[in-house]
């Protein structure tokens, strides 16, 4: 089985000729800051193939499509339904990001900072924090910054950010009831 992909124009044409199933891997707080209109919320962090086959709104055997910021979560999601038998899963390119910059419609809420700012502004605090403690309080917490640092190389290797998921559970991060409702 392999991961699909689709353009968002393309999937713009397609869902105005039939019903599609679309699922938004982010965060509640990036949801409801801004999401495509017909998407519907199913967080990465608690991502459940068997849970979101059965909840599709399409029969079982139309394509799945997912969508995240830019790409990298939503091929997670989707490598995850492959993993687990499902088949027919397509990553919408692109993200929402590439959705908006091709002019398409979305609904807009309160405005939120995108876990990968946050994963940025966190990596960069604790180097900082390892650095100026190993220089003033003892040079063991220098060890920080190098954790921190292998932790970003891992992360950009594997394509799968530890500190991102951590993130995405903070509650900053969660928007409640509001942000699961599909628009």
């Known amino acids: 089985m392999s991961i699909g992909t689709i353009t968002p124009g393309e999937l713009d044409e397609l869902r105005k000729r039939q019903a599609v199933d679309l699922i938004d891997v982010r965060t509640p707080a990036e949801f409801r800051e801004v999401h495509i209109d017909f998407a519907r ?19 079982a055997d139309e394509p799945l499509y997912v969508v995240c910021r830019s790409g990298s979560r939503a091929k997670r999601a989707c490598e995850l339904m492959v993993d687990r038998g499902y088949g027919n899963v397509v990553v919408v390119e692109g993200g929402t990001l590439g959705w908006e910059n091709a002019g398409l419609p979305v609904v807009r809420g309160k405005k ?16 900082l924090t390892g650095l100026l403690l190993g220089a003033f309080v003892h040079p063991a ?15 950009g290797v594997t394509d799968r950010c530890s500190m991102g998921l951590l993130l995405a559970r903070m509650p900053w991060n969660q928007a409640g009831e509001a942000a699961t409702c599909a628009g």
């Open 112 to 127: 939120a900072i995108s876990l990968e700012r946050q994963v940025r502004i966190a990596a960069g605090t604790l180097v």
């Open 141 to 155: 917490f220098i060890g920080l910054a190098a954790f921190v640092g292998a932790g970003l190389i891992f992360a």
């Open 41 to 59: 919320l199913v967080p990465l962090e608690s991502f459940d193939p068997q849970r979101v086959m059965a909840g599709r709104p399409v029969a």
